[in-house]
């Protein structure tokens, strides 16, 4: 009994007399029982009637706080996904605009995408000649060819924090861009060498989880092999640092390092999820040279590594229509970014879009495995598919595999296994959501192809945390997350709320409380489970108390000082993607030229707007508000929301 009591201690439970400091809802009555029996008697028959009190306690408790954690984790990933998909109606709506825009205008588009495909525009890009470093720079050196004392040094530079230099880095990039384009779609490494290889899967820039996996799995070389399963940029603050050291791996070790291509490492998911705003705050008014050098080294990156004929390692997945060899012939350079693909002239000398190469392109980088057999589009993601073990049993067999290894999706233990054992997913971003909310992994491929996982965090102080304070640390984030978008519609919600309570007593039932914020804020959530963090209900009826849904002080306050309106807050991240898109020389700026071209751009998609160049030059004026020539994004929004209250207010 004593024993089973330090458990619950080591769990961060505190068990006393009819209270406990844990949340869940204790019996105060078998606590007393608890006690008086773990005191009083210390009989075998007493000593196991309290150890089957206290295991069916623990059980309790340890399911509840199961469930805690699973409505976390689907806040947190339903609303990323959400956020991707909304990334992709955006991106439509712009390439809609620019398909219907005069011939003149594709043209220019084309010939800026065969630009950055061509070897001599980037042999331009890179020239070192065109660059220089500072007097003051004390960051890392780094010359051609690299070796093992460079990756160490250039490791110590980026723990301290220091960048290395534009023209060292565009020399980097030029020289990784020409050793992938050697390779193939489909690239085939074998485990008979090492005696291993090394998956290692998504990172979004995060270097700590980087070195965490160096540290515990040993530097990579000819006698430990890697392969880095795509999405090392976006998110994290560290982009640049991860994508310096594994291109340098590639040249250093090029048949024991490999790297695939992740759907992060795309031109129009970096201006959105922070690697083009990365590359602004490190270089400055280099940012734009910089972001073309690895565009260009993110356009031939191989989609697939096979190991040993065995096991097949891809981004995403697979879907019905996954063929290697029709995927091996795609020219997988002219996709800068899979949400854009390239136009072809067809048999009438019209331009179109080859349907089935971009599929397999997508279906590659962008699909998620599912349990129900069959194949469908994605929707919760607005890109690639979700697959069945019929669909993945049937590819695998299809080319005699008999694995396939795939990343993309964040995992509470780092990695997932899922359709017979067939298909594993492996997630090396340690605390992805925030810290504590999950594990990274990697796996080590052994020659009889039987996977080991390897766990492991990069913040120390959570591994230090009981379970408890874990789940309830993360719970608060992401809570706080949700309330902030329920904040951000306030005003569509109590409509909603309200359309339910046309007398007004400011209760509503749980079904229509729940229907309102899962139509208003567009979140497939677990909403009757929330309720309890979201809102109060009334005991005597089970009505909810729908006012209470936003008596965050906190929250509003940190809203309303930002002085931008709820729904310039709300569109907040499409306006942030709109600016990024408008910025084409990813100066963090906006131009005169760049907001011009985009006011046309919209001018001639909405055929109702007319304006002349003056009122042009006008808009341009009134946007910039401190008269520096330029428009930087607080600049961008603040004109949206001037706009939002005049017509709040019926002035226009």
């Known amino acids: 009994c004593q024993d089973l009591l330090l458990v619950l201690k080591c769990e961060g439970v505190t068990v006393s007399m009819g209270c406990a400091s844990s949340n869940t809802a204790v019996d105060k009555e078998e606590l007393k029982k608890l006690n008086d029996l773990a005191e009083i008697n210390?009989?075998?028959?007493?000593?196991?009637?309290?150890?089957?009190l206290i295991q069916r306690w623990f059980r309790?408790?340890?399911a509840e706080l199961e469930v805690r954690r699973r409505c976390t984790w689907t806040i947190f990933q339903t609303m990323e996904y959400a956020s991707e998909n909304e990334q992709l109606k955006l991106y439509n709506f712009f390439n809609e605009i620019i398909s219907g825009?005069?011939?003149?205008?594709?043209?220019?588009?084309?010939?800026?995408?065969?630009?950055?495909?061509?070897?001599?525009?980037?042999?331009?890009?890179?020239?070192?000649?065109?660059?220089?470093?500072?007097?003051?720079?004390?960051?890392p050196n780094l010359t051609l060819p690299i070796d093992e004392n460079q990756i160490k040094t250039l490791i110590d530079a980026f723990k301290e924090k220091k960048v290395l230099a534009a023209k060292h880095l565009l020399v980097l990039l030029a020289e990784a861009r020409k050793h992938y384009m050697k390779i193939e779609n489909v690239q085939y490494t074998v485990t008979s060498i090492a005696g291993k290889v090394t998956v290692v899967g998504d990172m979004h820039g995060s270097l700590d989880d980087l070195l965490m996996i160096f540290f515990k799995?040993?530097?990579?070389?000819?006698?430990?092999?890697?392969?880095?399963?795509?999405?090392?940029?976006?998110?994290?603050?560290?982009?640049?640092?991860?994508?310096?050291?594994?291109?340098?791996?590639?040249?250093?070790?090029?048949?024991?390092?490999?790297?695939?291509?992740?759907?992060?490492?795309?031109v129009i998911m970096n201006k959105r999820y922070g690697f083009t705003t990365e590359l602004v705050k490190k270089y400055g008014t280099l940012a734009n040279r910089i972001s073309k050098g690895f565009e260009g080294v993110f356009r031939v990156l191989p989609l697939i590594t096979v190991v040993d004929n065995s096991v097949l390692i891809c981004h995403g997945g697979v879907s019905d229509i996954t063929d290697l060899q029709y995927i091996n012939q795609i020219p997988r350079h002219k996709y800068a970014s899979i949400l854009?693909?390239?136009?072809?002239?067809?048999?009438?000398?019209?331009?179109?879009?080859?349907?089935?190469?971009w599929r397999q392109m997508l279906d590659l980088l962008w699909s998620d495995p599912k349990a129900a057999l069959g194949?469908?589009?994605?929707?919760?993601?607005?890109?690639?598919?979700?697959?069945?073990?019929?669909?993945?049993?049937?590819?695998?067999?299809?080319?005699?595999?008999?694995?396939?290894?795939?990343s993309h999706e964040c995992k509470p233990d780092g990695y997932d296994v899922v359709h017979d054992g067939r298909v594993i997913t492996v997630f090396s971003a340690s605390n992805y959501y925030e810290a504590g909310s999950?594990?990274?992994?990697?796996?080590k491929l052994l020659p009889n192809h039987k996977p080991q996982f390897i766990q492991f965090s990069a913040t120390e102080n959570t591994k230090q945390l009981p379970l408890c304070s874990r789940v309830s640390k993360v719970e608060s984030s992401a809570l706080r997350d949700l309330r902030t978008q329920m904040f951000a519609n306030k005003g569509r919600l109590l409509a909603a709320f309200q359309s339910h309570d046309p007398e007004g007593t400011g209760f509503i039932s749980m079904n229509e409380w729940a229907e309102s914020m899962s139509g208003v804020l567009n979140l497939d959530l677990p909403w009757r489970t929330l309720r309890s963090k979201l809102a109060e209900q009334e005991e005597d009826t089970g009505k909810i108390k729908y006012a209470t849904c936003f008596t965050d002080g906190n929250l509003e306050g940190s809203i309303a000082n930002k002085q931008v309106t709820e729904t310039i807050y709300r569109q907040r991240n499409i306006l942030e993607t709109i600016f990024r898109l408008l910025d084409t020389d990813n100066s963090g700026l906006l131009s005169r030229e760049e907001?011009?071209?985009?006011?046309?751009?919209?001018?001639?998609?909405?055929?109702?707007?007319?304006?002349?160049?003056?009122?042009?030059?006008?808009?341009?004026?009134?946007?910039?508000?401190?008269?520096?020539?330029?428009?930087?994004?607080?600049e961008f929004l603040e004109s949206f929301r001037m706009v939002d209250n005049k017509f709040a207010n019926g002035n226009m």
């Open 217 to 266: 799995n040993g530097l990579p070389g000819n006698d430990n092999p890697y392969i880095i399963n795509g999405d090392f940029v976006d998110r994290g603050p560290a982009s640049v640092e991860v994508s310096i050291l594994l291109f340098s791996l590639s040249l250093l070790y090029p048949n024991s390092f490999l790297v695939n291509r992740g759907n992060h490492e795309d």
């Open 595 to 634: 907001l011009r071209a985009g006011c046309e751009l919209l001018a001639k998609h909405n055929g109702s707007i007319s304006l002349s160049s003056d009122e042009l030059d006008n808009l341009v004026d009134t946007m910039d508000i401190n008269k520096d020539g330029e428009i930087n994004f607080n």
């Open 340 to 357: 854009r693909p390239p136009m072809k002239t067809n048999a009438d000398g019209e331009e179109e879009v080859d349907l089935i190469e």
């Open 375 to 406: 194949c469908e589009p994605n929707t919760f993601r607005g890109g690639g598919t979700y697959f069945g073990p019929d669909i993945s049993g049937g590819i695998l067999d299809k080319h005699n595999f008999k694995l396939l290894i795939r």
């Open 60 to 62: 309790r408790w340890r």
């Open 438 to 443: 999950n594990l990274g992994a990697y796996i």
């Open 42 to 52: 210390n009989s075998s028959d007493t000593q196991l009637r309290a150890t089957l």
């Open 101 to 139: 825009l005069p011939d003149a205008f594709n043209a220019m588009q084309n010939e800026r995408n065969d630009q950055g495909d061509s070897s001599e525009y980037f042999s331009k890009l890179s020239n070192p000649n065109h660059v220089t470093i500072g007097e003051n720079y004390d960051g």
